[in-house]
Every structure is written in structure tokens, then in C-alpha cells.
T-cell receptor, first 117, second 113 residues
Framework: KQEVTQIPAALSVPEGENLVLNCSFTDSAIYNLQWFRQDPGKGLTSLLL?????REQTSGRLNASLDKSSGRSTLYIAASQPGDSATYLC????????????????FGKGITLSVRP | KAGVTQTPRYLIKTRGQQVTLSCSPISGHRSVSWYQQTPGQGLQFLFEYFSETQRNKGNFPGRFSGRQFSNSRSEMNVSTLELGDSALYLC????????????FGPGTRLTVT
């Protein structure tokens, strides 16, 4: 059974700092990994999607990497801003589901980031 | 292009009642998945529908059910509500079932009293 872990649960940094959020998963047989952002009481906003054949994806100040063999992904945020304060979740889509390829995502519990002005 | 919409956004129900939540996917998307989010358990997969067929189901009791219509809109139903069903219910859509990127709606906040 796939398990996704995100540590620490919360992080507080001063504005301008570059930071790395970590995600680990137990089963390396995945189709892809997706990073999301969630603001309090809101839905999820997709940040980056990395297919299993890719090593990294970039969007603006965000860069996500994937190391399938070690079961790890990192989300790098450059020059953090107070507006980056939110909960960041990673989710994996596994290859070993009974029904074959489907859309089930297994989520970590998320990292709540606070960027202090 | 309009995003995923969910109705209602907030709902308060009493134990024992039933509730129906609705999700309209992004135009052209044919797969709809449902998730439950609680502070203790995080985000948990409920089920996925593609072309009006349930593709996969999470580990939830039979009180949780869903369906998908020919226009890809989906509904989920929870019967005999329990206090523990209080949660944010999120719907996600993707082009098809499989490795496609998923886009989430704003969620329906269900409170059971």
C-alpha cells in the first residue's frame, strides 16, 4: 500500500529565503507525482506535475524534482514571499492499482508554510 | 475556461439524514474523482467515475455512493450521516482516467450536527 510522507508538518521562514519542501513515498511504481497548494478552507491548486519518466519540472519560482528509485520528491521555492504562505501537498498516482491506470491520488498530510514579512 | 465547480459550498445536516453533493468538471474532462479531507486523516480517495462507470473505489462504507451523468457531471451521496462525516469534500476532474493532471474544485464543507 502506497504511503506518502511530508516532514515537517509546519515550517516558518523569513521572507526572501529559498526553501525546500520534501516528500517521500514508499512504492516507486508510480505514474506521476503532483504538487498542490491549499489555502485555508479552499480547494487544491495544482502547482507542478512530474511524470515518472521526468526528473524535474519548473514553473516560475517553483522547481520540483523526482527521484523514483529513492522514493523522493522535493519542491524548491525561490525567494519566498508572504503570499506563498499556504499548505503544500504532494500526491502520487500509483501503477499498481487493481483497476489498472486510474486517477486515484495518494496524498501526504501536507506542510504548512508560513513566510514572515 | 471555467474550472471545476462544486455545489453547494457549505452544508449543515443532522445525524441520520442524507446528503447529495454535486460536481461539474472542466469542459471536455470525462473523469471525476471525489476525496474527503479531514484534519485527522488528511485527503482520502472516495471513488472515481469515467464515462459514467465507477473506475475505482476507496476504503469507505457503502453509505458513500456516487454516479456520473452523460455530460460528465457527478454527484456523490452520503446516507445516514454520522458526526465523523463532517469534512471538506473535494472533487477533481481530468481529461480521462489515468495519468492526466487533476484539477480540483473549491470543495463542499459538510458539517454534521
Amino acid at each position: 500500500k502506497q504511503e506518502v510522507t511530508q516532514i515537517p508538518a509546519a515550517l516558518s521562514v523569513p521572507e526572501g529565503e529559498n526553501l525546500v519542501l520534501n516528500c517521500s513515498f514508499t512504492d516507486s511504481a508510480i505514474y506521476n507525482l503532483q504538487w498542490f497548494r491549499q489555502d485555508p478552507g479552499k480547494g487544491l491548486t495544482s502547482l507542478l506535475l512530474i511524470q515518472s519518466s521526468q526528473r524535474e519540472q519548473t514553473s516560475g519560482r517553483l522547481n520540483a524534482s523526482l527521484d523514483k528509485s529513492s522514493g523522493r520528491s522535493t519542491l524548491y521555492i525561490a525567494a519566498s514571499q508572504p503570499g506563498d504562505s499556504a499548505t503544500y501537498l504532494c500526491a502520487v498516482k500509483g501503477r499498481t492499482e487493481e483497476a489498472g491506470a486510474n486517477s486515484k491520488l495518494t496524498f501526504g498530510k501536507g506542510i504548512t508554510l508560513s513566510v514572515r514579512p | 475556461k471555467a474550472g471545476v465547480t462544486q455545489t453547494p459550498r457549505y452544508l449543515i445536516k443532522t445525524r441520520g439524514q442524507q446528503v447529495t453533493l454535486s460536481c461539474s468538471p472542466i469542459s471536455g474532462h470525462r473523469s471525476v474523482s471525489w476525496y474527503q479531507q479531514t484534519p485527522g486523516q488528511g485527503l482520502q480517495f472516495l471513488f472515481e467515475y469515467f464515462s459514467e462507470t465507477q473506475r475505482n473505489k476507496g476504503n469507505f462504507p457503502g453509505r458513500f455512493s456516487g454516479r456520473q451523468f452523460s455530460n460528465s457531471r457527478s454527484e456523490m451521496n452520503v446516507s445516514t450521516l454520522e458526526l465523523g462525516d463532517s469534512a471538506l469534500y473535494l472533487c477533481a476532474s481530468s481529461l480521462a482516467s489515468g495519468t492526466y493532471e487533476q484539477y480540483f474544485g473549491p470543495g463542499t464543507r459538510l458539517t454534521v450536527t
